[in-house]
Structures are given as C-alpha cells and as structure tokens.
DNA sequence: GCCGCTATTGTACGGTCGTTCAACAACGGC
DNA sequence: GCCGTTGTTGAACGACCGTACAATAGCGGC
C-alpha cells in the first residue's frame, strides 16, 4: 500500500517552488498567498491528478496536498472536509468532459449527422479516452452509493449529458408532428438516447480496461451504425 | 469514515457461534477447526459480502475477518496478503458470474434465439442486476491498473465472457461459408461481439447508477433490438 | 514603515490500516 | 489418555489516515 510520495506538482500549480523574481538567497518568501477562488481551483486539479497517477490510494489529504505543493492543514482551510473536496473535483470533472464535447458539437458543421460525428469523435479521443480517466470515474462511482455530496453532483451533471445526447438524436431524427406520432417518437427517443449513451459507455469501458482489442475508430463506426439502424 | 463493525457473518459462514451439538456450559469449544480449502471458501465470500455492503471502504482485514467471525491473524494464514485475497476473489466473482449466464443460456432452448433471450434475461436480472453489485466491480476495475494479481484474473475470466458472447452470436447470425465470405463474416463477428458486450455492459451499468431511468425488459429489448439490427 | 487580516504552515491527536508472531487449542492417530 | 500437527487467536508494531489548532507570515491599506 505504499505510495511513491507525489513530487510536487509537476504541472498542475505553482507547487513548492518559492517564487518571486528575485533570487535573494537568506530571506525569500515561503509560500504565496493566492486567492480562495485560485487556491480552491488548485486543489481540484491535484485531487483529479492524484486520482489519476494513483487512483483510490492516491485519494488521501497529504498526497494531495503534497501535489498541490501545499501543507496538510491548508486543505481543510478552504473545505469543511474531504468529502466536498472530492465532490467539488467530480462537480469539476463532469463538467469539464461535457463543455469539451459540447465544443467539439459547436465547432462541427451544422447538419445533424456531422455534429453526432464530431460527437462520437470527440467521445473517444483524448483527452477522454485515456485508461487514467477510468480510474479516476471508478472512484467517484464507488462512493456514489455512500455520499450524498457525490450523488448530488451525479444527478446535476448527469442529466446535462443525457440531455446533449437526446437533442443530437431529435434533430437527426428529425420531429413527426401529429400528437400520437410524436408521443412514440418520444418513447422510441428516449430509449434511444438510453441506448446510444449505454453503447458509448461500454464501448468506452471496454477501450480503457484492454485497449488492444478495439480502435478507436471502430468504436465510433459501431456507435453511427446503431444510430443508422434506428430510421 | 466509520464503518459499523461487521456484526458476525449473517449468512456467509459459521461465524463466531461456538459450535457442537452440546450445550455444555463452562468448557465449549472457543473456535472450529476447518480445512484450508473451506477456510479459505469462507474468507472469499466474506471479502465479497463487505465490498457489496461498504463499498470499498469494506476491504479491510479488520472487516473482512469480522464478517468471517474469525481473528485477524487468521487471513495472513490462509493467502500471503490482501491483494491475494482479493484476486482469488475476483476470481471467484467473474467465475460465478459467467457460470451463472452459461447455465441459464443451458436451460434455455436450443434455438438460438432462445439461448440468446436467456442470456440476456439472466444478465438483466438479479443476482446480476443490482446495485451492491456495481460496487463491487467498481473496486476491482479500481485496482485493476495497478494490481498484477488482479490483471491476470482479468484476462483469464474476461476472455470467457467474450467466448460466450462470440458463440452465442455466431449460432445466431449463421455460418457462411464460402472463405472470402467467411473472413468478413468473422471481422463482423468480432465488432459484433464487442458492440453487444459493450452495449450489455453500458445498460446494466446505467440502471445500477440511475435504477427509475430504465426497465430491465427494456434493457433486453434494446440488446434484441440491436442484434435484430445485424442481419 | 507599520498594522490588520487571513491564507498558510506544521505539529499533534486519536484512530485504522496490513502484517508479524508467539502462544494456544482442536482434533486425528495411536 | 496422551501427542504432534497445524489451524487459530489476539496483542503488538510501525505507518498512514483525516482533522484541529496555535503560531507564522504574505501582502494590501494606510
């Protein structure tokens, strides 16, 4: 169980380095003071570092803090306890994966079928597809059951993603107007969108635990030929 | 971070009744002897037994040994540390999984079709479908990228898994077999195999994250519906 | 240049962790 | 009934855990 201490951090902050543009040697400064915003910032990106390098061993307040470049106690200055720091990291990592796709969507041209291509594309590409970021969900799932901060987030973020999927699938389906029509549609939509985001997650799930057995590239022809099969 | 103490094993093993027939007061027998293949059984459903309650927080020898009704020492004894322990039971775990999904694909008819919707009822019910469940898989695949027992046990069992689908696949959609026809037919096979696993394993984790989202008949349908979609 | 605010430090505390090991006791063989 | 084998116990060890808190020091306002 022993962990190689985290140098500090490498890229995420401005760690331990005693800065200052002055190479003064006896009295340089011994940290800086940083805003709440910056700080807080920070310490979600260590979190999601250490998580990454060393999944749930990596989890514990002197790993992070020593990636953070940070003393143990300064943690607990800016979250009332561990839990809402690892809440406030997954709040961050949610949201981060849903505006990268969403992006990828925005910046595709603007018929339906290129922007679910952009879609899939971007699903599993870096920085997405990457076995690191598995480890990373695989500890924020395994605390869903036991901490309501995690579901909370789970619930808040989920529901985006799902709804980005949904509208992707509406507008490739296009809209049936007539009442009875659109409620099968409707029906027929949200298993859909059930459907594809299942795929997707499994596909994924399948890349991340044995990347030799599938490209990437089939993986999103198999996600467009489920998409086909459904007209 | 407190865990209520494993109060003796509910329904695993012997636990800490002082056993025999008698009742004799003074003098009972303060432990049972067993054989190292029984012990050794015991500690490998009490491991899984905590990580289906605590989540990952329960794979502690303190808890696990508690759930056994058995003293600390006594694990150490039986395999040489932890991670042995849990490898041999997710060893135990994926056997039973893919010896559960055959057995019920056994019972089935012999159409295809039929062993199919076996398969695929048996993946979407209990003991499979279940939230407890998910929690366990989500420790392992947590330990997976840096625990070498826990990825040979990966390999060994996953490939099985993959076997049966590929099988089942195969009887379904036919054997052609003139040999060019053959050679697509079996790449197609190959990303058949994966997409229906990928998508299997997407549904079931979705309804164990957000069970009033899905059905599990639904779930099936959309696998059937996808396999439809091949041929 | 000094002051006040507060971000930051680092030690301390009580607790749990995995593993070790000497002592103990169940039970089959005689 | 005693003995030897060995499955089993439970205390002990050192390491790490999350949190609390008094002391320190960066830095903007004056």
Redesign the pocket.
């Known amino acids: 169980?022993?962990?190689p201490r985290a140098r500090g951090a490498a890229s995420s902050g401005p760690a331990?380095t005693p800065?200052?543009p002055q190479g003064g040697e006896g009295a340089r400064?011994?940290?800086?003071?940083?805003?709440?915003a910056q700080?807080r910032a920070a310490l979600i990106a260590a979190t999601i570092e250490c998580l990454k390098r060393y999944g749930h061993?990596g989890?514990?307040?002197?790993?992070i803090s020593a990636q953070a470049?940070?003393?143990?106690?300064?943690?607990?200055?800016?979250f009332p306890?561990?839990?809402e720091l690892v809440a406030a990291a997954y709040r961050h990592f949610n949201r981060e994966l849903v505006e990268g796709l969403k992006e990828a969507v925005a910046r595709a041209e603007k018929t339906p079928a290129a922007r679910l291509r952009a879609f899939l594309a971007a699903s599993f590409s870096p920085p997405n597809l990457d076995a690191d970021v598995l480890a990373v969900w695989v500890v924020f799932w395994g605390m869903y059951r036991h901490s309501r901060p995690i579901q909370r987030v789970q619930r808040d973020t989920y529901a985006d993603y799902v709804r980005l999927v949904h509208e992707m699938l509406a507008d490739l389906l296009g809209g049936a107007v007539g009442t009875r029509a659109r409620r099968t549609r409707r029906v027929d939509l949200r298993l859909a969108a059930i459907g594809l985001t299942a795929l997707i997650d499994g596909l994924w799930l399948e890349w991340c635990l044995e990347p030799g057995r599938l490209r990437p590239r089939e993986a999103v022809a198999l996600c467009e030929g489920w998409v086909e099969g459904l007209r």
Do not use: A, C, W, Y
């Open positions: 169980m022993k962990l331990r800065p200052g400064r011994r940290f800086e003071r940083q805003l709440p700080r061993d989890l514990s307040i002197r790993t470049g940070v003393s143990v106690g300064l943690i607990n200055h800016h306890n561990k839990d």
